[in-house]
């Protein structure tokens, strides 16, 4: 039998084709992929590559779908379960692994990478996959292209897991993209009791808004950093979390966070970024926390799934566009022109 595919067969160049279904075994199971989202490592992917993405290769892994065949040894998930499967996959068997922090693992095995992805019809969970990694059925509560974003926000959990957000904490979080926004109902969740939401483009502004923040900082128009502290009595945030990759907000976040406070460089930067600049004594004389964050591990994606379930975090107003697989170009050019928030691709349509 076969299946559509988007193919990866070199730097810009993914070509919709028929390819045959993945070959299954006792170990494994098939995945009908009913959504699977445009994530910016996969733009990354397209245009400048990555060292665990050898071509012809499909990425894509913020994904939800229907298992359609089980092996007889699979116990994991059943003909018919709605599963929702995340990214980073443990090894299982180093020290890293062994301990719940698969994401540091050396190997650094991923859905989408070195382990085919879901920009297609049907997904092959592995062996690994299944014994390690993040894959949590959901009930029909929940849709598909809802459950798909499990992925994103599981790895938002992690952030603001290691900035040590709490109860009566104020945080303020820069870049209100689809992480940032995911940001505000979870820092809710986690007991912050102010939410500062900061971001530079006036139509993610306006998006963001239906989180229902604080306050808003249009980071184009105002200072920042005074916004900020005369926002928390002129003690700044407890925790400041960078959702925008930029050397700047990453500077900021620092000269703004409180003293004795956590600062989350989130967003990753590009390898051209100039380094950071800043007055290391700033972080000294503050006795601040500066923390960085990366992926996740399966324990986030399930919390990340019960919380949809559950109407806790909200993702339906991030999800703006909607593609049939064989508009995946036109779907990366919307996700890279930033129009909107999510771009979901449909590869059952």
């Not at 996959?129 to 994103?152: D, H, N, Q, W, Y």
């Amino acid at each position: 039998m076969m299946m559509q595919a988007a193919i990866l067969e070199a730097l810009d160049s993914l070509v919709v084709q028929e390819v045959p279904l993945p070959q299954m075994d006792d170990d494994s199971a098939l995945l009908r992929v009913e959504a699977v989202c445009i994530c910016g490592s996969d733009i990354r992917i397209l245009h400048h590559g990555n060292p665990r993405v050898v071509p012809p290769a499909i990425i894509g892994h913020e994904t939800a779908g229907v298992v359609v065949q089980a092996g007889k040894n699979v116990r994991r998930v059943k003909e018919g379960d709605r599963v929702a499967v995340g990214a980073d996959v443990p090894c299982g068997q180093c020290h890293w692994c062994r301990n719940g922090l698969g994401n540091n693992c050396a190997i650094n095995y991923a859905v989408g990478y070195q382990i085919p992805g879901s920009f297609a019809q049907y997904m092959k969970l592995t062996r690994l996959l299944l014994e390690e990694g993040p894959v949590t059925k959901f009930s029909s509560t929940l849709s598909f292209e809802e459950a798909a974003l499990a992925e994103p926000l599981a790895c938002a959990i992690n952030g603001l897991e290691l900035a040590h957000l709490s109860l009566g904490k104020s945080v303020a979080i820069i870049g209100l993209g689809p992480i940032g926004c995911m940001m505000i109902d979870l820092a809710r969740r986690m007991g912050a009791t102010m939410v500062i939401g900061i971001q530079r483009s006036r139509l993610r502004l306006d998006i963001a808004r239906e989180y229902q923040a604080d306050a808003y900082i249009a980071s184009e128009e105002q200072d920042v950093i005074a916004r900020c502290r005369e926002l928390t009595a002129g003690e700044g945030p407890d925790v400041v979390i960078t959702a925008a990759g930029s050397v700047e907000t990453h500077r900021q976040a620092i000269e703004m966070v409180a003293h004795r406070g956590y600062v989350n460089l989130f967003g990753g930067l590009p390898k051209n970024a100039p380094p950071l600049n800043i007055l290391s004594n700033m972080i000294h004389y503050k006795e601040c926390f500066v923390t960085g964050s990366h992926g996740c591990v399966p324990r986030h994606h399930e919390m990340a799934v019960r919380l949809l379930e559950q109407g806790l975090v909200r993702v339906k107003p991030l999800i703006t566009h909607h593609f049939p697989l064989n508009k995946i170009h036109e779907a990366f050019a919307t996700a890279e022109g930033r129009t909107g928030m999510k771009v979901v691709l449909h590869p059952q349509a």
